[in-house]
């Protein structure tokens, strides 16, 4: 053989080799990272609308997501908000859940985020940030209360809690909920969000 | 063809040629991961599993490769690794992966891992380059241990997220910060250094 | 709006060296001086942008289309290879001044981090084409400012009296760290 009928044979083979090789460990894997991807929405979707036994997709674009929650018997218990945008540093990915009409708040989490260590990332925090998400009334947008107060009673019933010395990340979090939320009241208004409860 | 005894292949890597300390090589890993102490420890498996992998087989095919494609082949050999590597994580350790991010994938660019192929694994012969493979890759995870281990006490007060210093404790931020890895890592380079120049001139 | 955003994040607030820490080894190797720091910078972002077209190009016509994703690693890892090449190639032939200036320092990037960690990127954030683009042109210039940075002080270290143990390697990761302090300020710039 030669050389560069050798040099075409090696490179072949080993491509070929490899190429199948990849394609067993793609084929066992794939399933499951999608299972993984899933699972850890449902369980978010779980937290913030409590009860929910079966979730579905109702819209989708960039950076946006909507999934109703549903029990047991099919009953619409709200719905699941899921985005991105850009926090202090860096992307930011949230969940938060409203009752049917989008007048309340139930909850909200952090799914992904890469704040400053200690002081932004304490986003993910309950004590010091998660907890003062809950049962918000969304009849007027959500403020930032500044300086923090101590306890969730102290605040009003729009009003959201300011991290010590993470001023930013609390805001940005608050103006990516504020913007879904208009997002979000908008796609319901065009009947996007299919059946009417 | 190296003439160590074995053991000598092996610890080689420990100190003499640590990829981190000694040769400089694989520092984007090692300062990108090393903010908790188990990112780095899954990094250094990660790191060791395709190293090891890719050493055996290019110290088995090295016969049949023709020289001027050696390097086409080994990245290919490398790259196949880092998948294996990258999708098992991702499916079975689904935090770690969202934790490593890109810095798995991006294992197909260690310099480490690629230098020991055309240095030593196309070389010698397959049982050498498993030893030199297991010593490198003690070393490298030696390097992000501890480098992990000085920014997670310092920087969060914890060691794989146990609590090891007292209620009076203020965690130091800038460790678990980029700029932290920096200034560690360099002060350690100079430490290393030091020792090394010290026993050498008690050698001397 | 959301691209000179884009922009600017990939020059100050998420710095391609002092954030992400890819392409260590030439901001370490090639910023003892500064016009051949200006070189590498310059070579990096000229090959970033190529690779950011073509890498997104193959994500988004051939792997995501085919269901091939677990080629990713395999087929960015080849084609930045080739590309280097081609790039190195095509520069000598056009402009042999240029590739004076730059011809040296295009081997070196082909096992360089930044760039497949470009490709990489780009592919995990599900950019479009032209956040693509402006992305690999972002990251090459914020690439190229921090290594110019450190080259404008290396030089000025030189004729300071460093111990000798921290000399090269290890003061010029102190410095690197402080520069990353510095370049902490740029966050929360973007909105």
Not at chain 1, 76 to 85: F, N, Q
Not at chain 3, 17 to 41: E, H, N, Q, T
């Amino acid at each position: 053989m030669s050389l560069s009928a050798r040099m075409i044979f090696v490179l072949t083979m080993v491509g070929l080799i490899s190429g199948s090789l990849l394609s067993v460990v793609g084929l066992l894997t794939t399933e499951r990272i999608e299972l993984n991807r899933l699972r850890e929405i449902e369980a978010a979707i779980t937290v913030v609308i409590p009860g929910t036994v079966t979730s579905v997709k109702l819209y989708e674009e960039e950076k946006f997501t909507v999934y109703a929650g549903q029990d047991g018997e099919g009953m619409a218990l709200g719905y699941a908000v899921y985005a991105s945008g850009t926090g202090f540093q860096d992307i930011i990915k949230l969940m938060f859940g409203t009752d049917p009409a989008i007048q309340r708040l139930n909850s909200l989490t952090i799914l992904e985020q890469k704040e400053t260590p200690g002081l932004g990332a304490k986003i993910t925090d309950a004590l010091a940030f998660l907890r003062f998400w809950e049962k918000k009334d969304l009849s007027r947008p959500l403020t930032l209360r500044k300086p923090a107060a101590g306890s969730p009673e102290e605040l009003a019933t729009s009003e959201i809690n300011t991290i010590t010395g993470a001023t930013i990340s609390s805001e940005k979090v608050l103006q990516m909920v504020n913007l879904s939320l208009e997002r979000l009241r908008v796609i319901k208004q065009e009947g996007k969000l299919g059946k009417e409860e | 063809m190296s003439s160590k005894s074995l053991t000598a292949e092996y610890l080689k890597g420990l100190w003499d040629e640590n990829p981190v300390f000694r040769q400089l090589l694989g520092m984007c890993p090692v300062l990108a991961v090393t903010n908790a102490v188990i990112n780095g420890i899954a990094m250094g498996l990660a790191a060791s599993f395709v190293l090891i992998l890719s050493s055996v087989v290019v110290a088995s095919i090295k016969k049949l490769i023709p020289a001027q494609v050696r390097i086409a082949s080994y990245i290919v050999v490398i790259a196949t690794f880092v998948t294996i590597a990258d999708r098992v994580m991702a499916a079975y350790f689904p935090p770690i992966s969202k934790a490593l991010g890109p810095y798995v994938p991006l294992i197909v660019v260690n310099c480490i891992i690629l230098g020991r192929q055309e240095a030593f694994s196309s070389r010698n012969s397959v049982g050498r380059a498993l030893i030199d493979a297991l010593g490198m890759s003690t070393g490298f995870i030696l390097a992000l241990l501890i480098l992990s281990s000085i920014r997670e006490v310092l920087g969060a007060g914890t060691f794989l997220g146990y609590q090891v210093m007292g209620p009076w404790f203020k965690p130091w931020i800038i460790m678990i910060l980029p700029a932290g890895a920096f200034i560690t890592l360099g002060i350690l380079l100079g430490i290393a250094l030091a020792i090394e120049q010290r026993t050498r001139r008690g050698r001397a | 709006m959301d691209l000179l955003m884009l922009f600017i994040a990939a020059i100050f607030v998420q710095n391609y060296v002092l954030y992400y820490f890819l392409g260590i080894c030439p901001f370490l190797g090639v910023s003892k001086r500064i016009d051949s720091a200006v070189s590498m910078g310059m070579a990096v972002t000229f090959v970033m942008t190529i690779t950011a077209v073509v890498s997104w190009m193959i994500n988004h016509w051939i792997l995501i289309p085919f269901k091939l994703d677990y080629l990713q690693i395999v087929s960015f890892i080849l084609v930045i290879a080739a590309l280097v090449q081609l790039v190195e190639m095509f520069i000598r032939k056009i402009s042999p001044p240029l590739y004076q200036a730059l011809g040296i320092y295009l081997p070196l990037i082909t096992t360089n981090c930044a760039i497949m960690g470009l490709a990489l990127l780009t592919a995990l954030r599900n950019y479009n084409f032209i956040h693509a683009v402006i992305f690999g042109v972002g990251s090459g210039l914020g690439f190229t400012l921090a290594i110019v940075l450190m080259a404008s002080i290396r030089e000025q270290l030189d004729l300071a009296d460093v111990p000798e143990p921290l000399k090269g390697a290890g003061i010029a990761l102190i410095v690197a760290g402080i520069m990353a302090l510095a370049f902490t300020g740029f966050s929360g710039m973007i909105t």
